[in-house]
Every structure is written in C-alpha cells, then in structure tokens.
C-alpha cells in the first residue's frame, strides 16, 4: 500500500475525487473539507481528522482505528465494514451513515449525532454512546454489549435482535423503538422510556429495570426473572 502526503491528498480529492487505498496512517487531515471523496480501503490508523468535514465521503473497508474523529462531519458517508476501533467520534454528526458490519468496538460516540444511520450487523462492544441522537437509527443485528448509553436518544430505534448484555441505558428514550427478541440479559435500565416501546420476545432476565413511562408497551413473549 502506497503511503502519501497531506498535499497529494489533497491533490487527488480536488482533481479526480479519488484517493481509494493509500496508506494515510498518521495523517493530519483535521480542519479540511473533503466531501464527496472516495477513500475506499484506505489505512488512517492513528491518523487526525477532527474539526473536519467528510460528509457524502466513502470510508468502505477503511482502517480507522484509532482515529480521531471527533467534531467533525461524515454526514451520508459510507462506512460499511470499516474498522473503527478504539476511535474519538464524540460530538460528530454521522447522520444518515452506513455503519452496516463495521467494527466499532471500544468506538467513542458521545453526543454524537447517529439519526437514521445503519449500525447493522456492526460490532459496537464497549463502546460509548452516552447521550447520543439515536433517532430511527438500525441497530438490528448489533453487538452492544457492556456498551456504555447512558441518557441516549434511541426514539423509533431498531434494535431487533440486537445484544445489549450489560449494556448501560439508563435515562434512555426508548419511546417506539424496536427491541423484539433482543438480549437484554444484566443491562440497566434505570428511569427508561418505554412508551409505546416493542420488547417481545426480549430476554430481560437479570436486567434492572425502572420504565418512567411504559404505555403501550409490549412485553409479550419477553423472559423475565
């Protein structure tokens, strides 16, 4: 994998728009405006792209890990598959993202913005996600296991079938989300809003469970102690 500069990226984004499968490990790209750019397959691990703005880029098959992501754009990016690993993601908008099969393990997403974005199939255990906008987002499929989402906003959320061992969601708006057969085994749920929320099938067995609102929610088939 070839390696490059800072300014052949640039080159290459303003000319052709593509800058597939480079070597960018270490890279400083924060406070720049690539939108639209294919770096599909590229290596940024450790690299900075915070302060920035990605939105409409693809980031398919990229390695991310540990990357500094934080306040940045990546609005209608293509994430799919990426390896996003131990990164800052914190206070970015990553509306309407495709993070289907991505590896965000150990990922900080605090205060961020993930509304309508696609999580499926993702790898998120011990991620952050505290205080979070997680509005109509798919998590289906998800591992979030002893992931931290603290007074995250999962309204219209789908999170069928997702595992949420251990998982911290106290605080949660978890008003019309989907968790059909999801595992909830030993996760806090401390002062949630389940309004009109879905939990059949759910396993809620060792979970801690306090709803402030539970209206029309439907725990049919869910396991309980």
Known sequence: MQKISKTK???????????????????????????????????????????????????????????????SNFAGANMKRANLVNADMSFSSFVGVDFSGANLTKANLSVSHLLLSNFENAKMSGAKLRQSDSTLANFSKADLTDVDAFAITFTGANLSDAILQNTILDKADLNAANLSGADLKNASMLDVNLKTSNLKNADLRGARLKATDQTRANFEGAKKD
């Open 9 to 71: 990226v640039l080159e290459l984004a303003f000319t052709t728009g593509d800058v597939s499968g480079y070597d960018l490990s270490g890279i400083d790209l924060s406070g720049t405006e690539l939108i639209s750019v294919n770096f599909r397959g590229c290596n940024f691990t450790g690299a900075k792209l915070n302060s920035a703005n990605f939105s409409l880029s693809n980031f398919e098959e990229a390695d991310l890990s540990d990357c500094d992501l934080s306040s």
